[in-house]
């Protein structure tokens, strides 16, 4: 499939949340990374055009890109895979927008 970018979108001290783009821009998906001392867990979703070898060559480079160069001593990666499409973002300022436009 090519080369991935991976953009962090959120970070805890045990865990990182990163959107992932193909070398032409095109959304790919998502991954949430969980950390513990010895396993680090994954949730990937992607899209419903990524094929097994797909999801296999993601997960390649998740694992080379962004876990190994946080716990290079990890003794297991584990991963979920979810596949679908995505409906939609949401999050309390939109629905605090709308409240807004009703009192209109």
């Known amino acids: 499939m090519g080369e991935y970018t991976f ?5 805890t001290p045990y865990s ?3 959107t992932i783009e193909t070398d032409d821009g095109s959304d790919v998906g998502r991954v949430d990374l969980h950390y513990t001392p010895s396993i680090t867990y994954g949730t990937l979703c992607v ?3 990524l094929t097994e ?3 296999q060559d993601l997960i390649g480079h998740i694992d ?3 876990v190994m160069t946080s716990d290079p001593y990890r003794e297991d990666f584990i991963v ?3 596949t679908g499409r995505e409906t939609g973002v949401y ?3 939109d629905e605090e927008e709308d409240e807004e436009e009703d009192e209109e």
């Open 7 to 11: 953009e962090r979108e959120a970070r």
């Open 16 to 18: 990182e949340v990163f």
């Open 47 to 49: 899209a419903e055009s």
């Open 53 to 55: 070898d797909d999801v």
């Open 64 to 66: 080379e890109r962004l």
């Open 80 to 82: 979920t895979v979810w």
């Open 91 to 93: 999050s309390d300022e």
